[in-house]
């Protein structure tokens, strides 16, 4: 099992920035695939990012090059670093962890593991 742990929740005006933060405990944080997913009010989940154990990244199209997701694998953290935020970035926020050979990373079946959600507002 792995409990995840999501913190950084805010109201920012558009243009700015926010860092959301996600603490895993359990088994080993380095053994799993972590990505952010978020989920606006009457929309589906969605993929954000994700980083694989090696360090390997990939976005959604609508986050790049505005979000980076790092990790610190002996702290058991990952983060999102969000930049030229959008009203549309709007939305619940979870940190999900998935086993390393999940062919597809950008799914919500990839992830076994997901915190309880951090709210993010970007005000226009």
């Known amino acids: 099992q792995v409990q995840l742990v999501e913190s950084g929740e805010g109201l920012v005006q558009a243009g700015g920035s926010l860092r959301l933060s996600c603490t895993a405990s359990?088994?080993?944080?380095?053994?799993?695939?972590m990505a952010w997913f978020r989920q606006a009010p009457g929309k589906e989940r969605e993929f954000v990012a994700v980083?694989?154990?090696?360090?390997?990244?990939y976005y959604a199209d609508s986050v790049k090059d505005r979000f980076t997701i790092s990790r610190d694998n002996a702290k058991s953290t990952v983060d999102l670093q969000m930049n030229s935020l959008k009203p549309e970035d709007t939305a619940v926020y979870y940190c999900?962890?998935?086993?390393?050979?999940?062919?597809?990373?950008?799914?919500?079946?990839?992830?076994?593991?997901w915190g309880q959600g951090t709210q993010v507002t970007v005000s226009s």
């Open positions: 999900a962890a998935g086993e390393l050979t999940a062919p597809n990373t950008q799914i919500s079946s990839a992830y076994n593991y």
């Open positions: 359990g088994r080993t944080f380095s053994r799993y695939n």
């Open positions: 980083i694989k154990w090696r360090g390997t990244t």
